[in-house]
């Protein structure tokens, strides 16, 4: 029997008796509800089910000397026979549901073995709120998963996707997290094929994500994820694979509202690990106002020396800081150093006579003193990580004149061009790292590169184009057609096992 790796999931007997109804494999949403139903198994194998007609067959085959059997006789045997017919079905049955899990964990075990996927509700997951120092994971519970090896002399981030029928790691019943905008699944997108690849780092493997084991090694550490959007983007994804194993509770710690009306810093904690991750939101890095209020569409004053002190005065607070943030250099700015103008982009034009300089250059500047801040900081002594730019996927126009993402299947490497300006981006946050590692004179930071930028050139079929709901909207015309963020689950969990294999590679 052909079976798909997504056959290590657990299903629900329900879900098992439609599976022999199934001619494919695939994914379907109850769109626009919720709920999500995840087929993930071909149908069953016909000789694995009761051949009723053979057995009927045979009762009237009967050897004819056996026609002297009385009918006192013959009900009895009849009776026996039938029971035997329908107690086989319901055997044969059963064992061919327990030959597909059976198989898939063979299947599973002899290439990599995976984490289960609950089709449980996420509520169902015990939150993370003991103060415990003990381990609520038992070791033994936790598969000898290929993320217990440390991939090494291997670039993880060249590569290419390939394709894998393994499960993602959560889907929208299973993470609590997902915000509507990128709730592809829930929301109907047209093809779900963006869940069926797998990155493939050039000459080795990259593990899958072992949470449970990520959970103790960050056991009484701390996170944080400085950056715009896509920083919550990668939060979000982190978030939903660890509540597979453990859930967190939300800790108002910051009721700030930033001028754009997103909170300015968000915290959670897993209290069983006493280990922290913290969202700033921080589009620029650096200080930077806006001198209007209508929700970031006015003029930003861009302080490029002075890094933003609503995350920069709690450095040392952390054990990780990822770094991230480039898509709003694109707005109206004025570029300040010294209290003083000293350029501006162009959407600034005309303003305080300043001279129109690269957006990129502001990016390296910006990521400069955002690093700066982290290598001289006194107390810290853990890793930051600047995170790369991620590209935007829009054809035939942008996001406000017609532009959409509606392919379903990722680039092969080379089909397309690296985009100049995403090029110039990645240039200039390399050069800022490197510029601080070579001008830093304290030991104990550690800076690195989380270089996902190759990897996600190559995915525009994973955005969620229109199949993201916006917060009290119900019109699918009113959509704002995103190809810009990922949907989730999606490839951008991959920044997350990237993540992972970095920190466990230099503890």
């Known amino acids: ?30 769109h626009p509800a919720a709920s ?13 089910l009761p051949k009723a007609s053979h057995s009927t067959m045979k009762l009237h085959n009967i050897n004819p000397s056996s026609r002297k059997i009385s009918v006192a006789v013959a009900t009895p045997v009849l009776v026996l026979l ?5 107690s086989l079905y319901d055997i044969n049955f059963a064992d061919s549901y327990q030959y597909i899990r059976r198989a898939s964990s063979a299947s599973s075990s002899s290439s990599t073995t995976t984490p289960s996927l609950a089709t449980t509700p996420s509520s169902s997951t015990v939150p993370d709120t003991s103060s415990s120092s003990s381990s609520p994971i038992n070791s033994s519970s936790s598969s000898t998963s290929p993320a217990a090896t440390t991939v090494e002399a291997c670039d993880l981030t060249r590569g290419q996707w390939v394709p894998d029928d393994v499960a993602p790691y959560y889907t929208n019943l299973t993470c609590p997290f997902i915000d509507d905008l990128q709730n592809c699944i829930k929301f109907g997108k047209p093809s779900l094929e963006f869940l069926r690849w797998r990155w493939q780092p050039d000459g080795c493997d990259l593990p899958r994500f072992d949470a449970a084991r990520f959970l103790e090694a960050m056991r009484g550490k701390s996170m944080a994820f400085v950056g715009d959007s896509l920083a919550r983007n990668h939060l979000k994804s982190l978030l939903c694979i660890l509540s597979q194993v453990s859930q967190p509770v939300e800790i108002v710690t910051n009721t700030e509202i930033d001028v754009t009306g997103r909170a300015v810093r968000r915290d ?23 001198s209007n209020a209508e929700l970031g569409l006015g003029l930003w004053d861009m302080h490029l020396d002075t890094p933003d002190a609503r995350w920069a005065a709690h450095i040392a607070d952390f054990d990780y800081i990822v ?3 480039t898509n709003w250099f694109f707005r109206p700015s004025v570029y300040h150093v010294g209290g003083r103008p000293v350029g501006r982009n162009s959407g600034a034009s005309g303003a305080h006579n300043a001279t129109e300089m690269p957006v990129s250059g502001a990016v390296r500047a910006a990521f400069s003193t955002a690093l700066g801040a982290i290598a001289a900081r006194e107390g810290f002594r853990g890793k930051a990580l600047v995170r790369t730019v991620t590209p935007a996927h829009f054809e035939n126009g942008e996001w406000n004149t017609g532009g959409d993402c509606v392919r379903t299947l990722p680039f092969r490497r080379g089909q397309r061009a690296r985009d100049a300006v995403v090029a110039e981006f990645r240039a200039a946050q390399v050069d800022a790292l490197r510029e601080t590692e070579a ?30 709901h916006p917060p009290g909207g119900s019109v699918e015309g009113s959509f704002v057609v995103d190809c810009l ?23």
């Open 268 to 290: 959670f904690h897993y209290g069983r690990h006493g280990f922290n991750v913290s969202l700033f939101w921080s589009p620029f890095l650096v200080k930077a106002n806006l």
């Open 485 to 507: 963020h990922w949907c989730l689950p999606g490839p951008i969990d991959l920044w997350s096992e990237l993540l992972f294999q970095m920190l466990d590679a230099h503890r």
């Open 82 to 86: 039938a029971f035997a017919v329908f």
């Open 36 to 48: 999500v139903h995840l087929f993930f198994f071909r149908s069953m194998r016909p000789s694995l």
């Open 323 to 325: 770094l991230s943030g």
């Open 439 to 468: 001008t830093s004179h304290r030991d104990g930071a550690e800076l690195r590169l989380l270089d996902i930028t190759e990897a996600m050139e190559l995915r525009p079929d994973a955005h969620p184009s229109r199949y993201g």
């Open 1 to 30: 029997m052909a079976l798909s790796r997504r056959a290590t999931r657990t299903l629900t007997p329900t879900a098992a008796a439609e599976t022999t109804t199934m001619s494919t494999s695939y994914l379907h949403t109850t």
